[in-house]
């Protein structure tokens, strides 16, 4: 599975983004999908994912009620609608894909190259 996200930019605080990502190679219908991030010198932490079947979503506490994940499985894509964004919400953001039948949010198999989002106060 290949993975390309897309969508990110230069915002101000408050303001939104969808971050799309999408798969090719192979349908990912079976496959659980996540987004991650990692700020400038942080490690690379979770953000969100989704199950294969697009009715189960867990969030970070850190993003709760801002962010919102979605799949789009007839498009091979899932998306990360980001509401009121903070400076510390600057970082690539990675989407990632595990074939998996359970909510997972570490252990992905496959990952995509990121997105830079960049959040001015």
């Known amino acids: 599975v290949q993975l390309q996200a897309s969508g990110g930019g230069l915002v101000q605080a408050g303001g939104s983004l969808r971050l799309s990502c999408a798969a090719s190679g192979r349908t990912v219908i079976g496959y659980g999908l996540a987004w991650f991030r990692q700020a400038p010198g942080k490690e690379r932490e979770f953000v969100a994912a989704?199950?294969?079947?697009?009715?189960?979503?867990v969030y970070s506490d850190s993003v709760k009620g801002r962010f919102t994940i979605s799949r789009d499985n007839t498009k091979n894509t899932v998306y990360l609608q980001i509401n009121s964004l903070k400076p510390e919400d600057t970082a690539v953001y990675y989407c990632?894909?595990?074939?998996?039948?359970?909510?997972?949010?570490?252990?992905?198999?496959?990952w995509g190259q990121g997105t830079l989002v960049t959040v001015s106060s």
């Open positions: 989704i199950a294969r079947s697009g009715g189960a979503t």
């Open positions: 990632a894909a595990r074939r998996t039948a359970v909510l997972a949010t570490s252990m992905y198999d496959y």
